[in-house]
């Protein structure tokens, strides 16, 4: 089974500024996907970011990227010029590529609490 | 632009009681999932359906099933309901799993309380 960990119950960052949220990850599969999800207070669970392992070009959404080392099994998010509605929850989530017939849920990290200052 | 639905937003339970939890998944979306978070825990995955047919089951208590209908919104029942089982409950949806584009998007949560 697979396992994502991120190491950082909570990081604060002041506005304006980048900070980087950690998750690695275990499995002996090649082909996955990596998402990051962040959950403000609301509760509401919002996509922020997606990779296929297969891809090796880092993605990128605005002012989020990623910085995918396959290899190293790591997975970091990079939130740039840093926002005050960047605080919230971040949550990074593996999920099996279809072919592997593992199932197509979504596993999860025990998530990063991010504050940010203003 | 839709998003995924959820019905109610609240629940409160008895103990020893049944809740029956309600998904509408994003229009043209043929695959919903389940997932349960716990208080300060990360999202778990109960179970999920593709094209109404269960496609994988993860901790889903056996007090506990569900189903997806034919308009592709799904039900989450829960019966002889226990404090522990009061959590965050949400639905997500997404397209075949199969295709290229098969991001998970989540409804807002059901909160149910167990007392």
């Known amino acids: 089974a697979q396992t994502v960990t991120q190491s950082q119950p909570e990081m604060s960052v002041q506005e304006a500024e980048t900070v980087t949220l950690s998750c690695t990850y275990d499995t002996s599969e090649s082909d996955y996907y990596l998402f990051w999800y962040k959950q403000p207070p609301s509760r509401q669970m919002i996509l922020v970011i997606r990779?296929?392992?297969?891809?090796?070009q880092n993605a990128t959404e605005n002012r989020f990227s990623v910085n995918f080392q396959k290899a190293a099994k790591s997975f970091s998010l990079k939130i740039s010029d840093s926002q005050l509605g960047d605080a919230a929850m971040y949550f990074c989530a593996y999920r099996s590529a279809p072919y592997n017939n593992a199932g197509n849920m979504l596993t999860f990290g025990g998530g990063t609490r991010l504050m940010v200052k203003p | 632009a839709a998003g995924v639905i959820q019905s109610p937003r609240h629940l409160i339970k008895e103990k020893r009681e049944t809740a029956t939890l309600k998904c509408y998944p994003i229009?043209?979306?043929?695959?919903v999932y389940w997932y349960q978070q716990g208080p300060g825990q990360d999202p778990q995955f109960l179970i999920s359906?593709?094209?109404?047919?269960?496609?994988d089951k993860g901790s889903i208590p056996d007090r506990f099933s569900a189903q997806q209908f034919s308009d592709y919104h799904s039900e989450l029942n829960m019966s002889s309901l226990e404090l522990g089982d009061s959590a965050l409950y949400f639905c997500?949806?997404?397209?075949?799993?199969?295709?290229?584009?098969?991001?998970?998007?989540f409804g807002p949560g059901t909160r149910l309380t167990v007392l």
């Open positions: 229009p043209r979306h043929d695959t």
């Open positions: 359906f593709y094209e109404k047919m269960q496609s």
């Open positions: 997500a949806s997404s397209l075949d799993p199969t295709s290229g584009r098969n991001e998970q998007f």
């Open positions: 990779q296929e392992a297969y891809k090796q």
